[in-house]
């Protein structure tokens, strides 16, 4: 009995350090963006497994397959006038961001409003958006307000989260494979799959919510969107009531500390709004 434990142990180990050298070497440090006036400056880790360009994919696949499902439910832009009002903030949101990454201004931004009850908003790798008519009719959102929503959903694109936490989630299941190599139990990687959970169903990272936080004010100032209107948005959304919690707030959880950080980012950036809003 000894002499198996020892066996096992000693095959544990193995794996463990095959594994880290593994992920270790797949690995390299990036800079997604620029750091703009709010200073955006934290390096990240990304898979050589996960590129930019593989995810854009999945994810204009994944978003294609969506807006089919919506329009076969009759339920993609049924407002005209509504779906006209998010993309007219869009783009004046999109002409913004080669202050954080020139590339990105040639993405194929696209963005759409889907029938649902859901208090929702997300944009994907590449920038395929959606907001949800929940959001609309249960915040109320003033433009400003919209603007700071839709812009924190862009940052989370412009410094490439997903791809951030898809490598997370494939480093992981890299791990498992190692293992599996071992065991043979066996172990695989999807990148759709990955990217469904960290786009719909994980909870973002306090870090990441942090740096679409301020971005996204960023954005919205430049744009010429008040970006204290952030600070009134996610007040709506921590006091929305009705016995349950609004779903973005599932992957965008709120807090006061969130809120007293939006109260300074705004501040920061309220001579670069001040700046685009003169006649």
Same mark, same amino acid.
């Given at each position: 009995?000894? &002499?198996?434990?020892?066996?096992?142990?000693?095959?544990?180990?193995?794996?463990?350090?095959?594994?880290?050298?593994?992920?270790?070497?797949?690995?390299?440090?990036?800079?997604?963006?620029?750091?703009?006036?709010?200073?955006?400056?934290?390096?990240?880790?990304?898979?050589?497994?996960?590129?930019?360009?593989?995810?854009?994919?999945?994810?204009?696949?994944?978003?294609?397959?969506? &807006?089919?499902?919506?329009?076969?439910?009759?339920?993609?832009?049924?407002?005209?006038?509504?779906?006209?009002?998010?993309?007219?903030?869009?783009?004046?949101?999109?002409?913004?961001?080669?202050?954080?990454?020139?590339?990105?201004?040639?993405?194929?931004?696209?963005?759409?409003?889907?029938?649902?009850?859901?208090?929702?908003?997300?944009?994907?790798?590449?920038?395929?958006?959606?907001?949800?008519?929940?959001?609309?009719?249960?915040?109320?959102?003033?433009?400003? !307000?919209?603007?700071?929503?839709?812009?924190?959903?862009?940052?989370?694109?412009?410094? !490439?989260?997903?791809?951030?936490?898809?490598?997370?989630?494939?480093?992981?299941?890299?791990?498992?494979?190692?293992?599996?190599?071992?065991?043979?139990?066996?172990?695989?990687?999807?990148?759709?799959?990955?990217?469904?959970?960290?786009?719909?169903?994980?909870?973002?990272?306090?870090?990441?919510?942090?740096?679409?936080?301020?971005?996204?004010? !960023?954005?919205?100032?430049?744009?010429?969107?008040?970006?204290?209107?952030?600070?009134?948005?996610?007040?709506?959304?921590?006091?929305?009531?009705?016995?349950?919690?609004?779903?973005?707030?599932?992957?965008?959880?709120?807090?006061?500390?969130?809120?007293?950080?939006?109260?300074?980012?705004?501040?920061?950036?309220?001579?670069?709004?001040?700046?685009?809003?003169?006649?």
């Amino acid at each position: 009995m000894q &002499l198996s434990v020892k066996r096992c142990c000693g095959a544990g180990i193995r794996v463990m350090v095959l594994a880290a050298a593994v992920l270790a070497s797949g690995c390299s440090v990036v800079q997604t963006t620029a750091g703009g006036d709010i200073g955006i400056d934290r390096k990240q880790y990304m898979a050589s497994g996960v590129s930019e360009a593989a995810l854009q994919q999945e994810a204009s696949a994944q978003y294609a397959q969506m &807006l089919s499902q919506a329009k076969a439910q009759k339920a993609l832009n049924v407002d005209a006038g509504q779906t006209q009002r998010v993309r007219n903030i869009a783009q004046r949101l999109i002409r913004q961001v080669g202050v954080f990454r020139p590339d990105a201004q040639s993405w194929q931004w696209e963005i759409n409003v889907l029938h649902s009850d859901e208090v929702n908003a997300w944009c994907m790798p590449g920038g395929k958006m959606a907001v949800y008519t929940g959001l609309i009719q249960k915040i109320k959102p003033t433009d400003a !307000e919209l603007a700071a929503i839709i812009g924190h959903e862009m940052a989370h694109a412009l410094r !490439e989260h997903a791809r951030e936490r898809v490598s997370q989630q494939m480093a992981a299941g890299l791990g498992l494979a190692v293992l599996s190599a071992v065991t043979g139990s066996g172990a695989a990687m999807d990148l759709g799959q990955n990217l469904s959970e960290v786009m719909f169903t994980l909870p973002g990272s306090r870090t990441h919510e942090t740096e679409a936080d301020r971005m996204g004010v !960023e954005l919205a100032a430049r744009a010429g969107y008040d970006p204290h209107a952030a600070v009134s948005l996610w007040r709506k959304m921590a006091q929305l009531g009705g016995g349950s919690q609004p779903e973005i707030l599932s992957t965008h959880p709120s807090s006061a500390t969130r809120i007293a950080d939006l109260e300074q980012a705004a501040a920061r950036v309220e001579p670069l709004y001040r700046q685009a809003a003169k006649p």
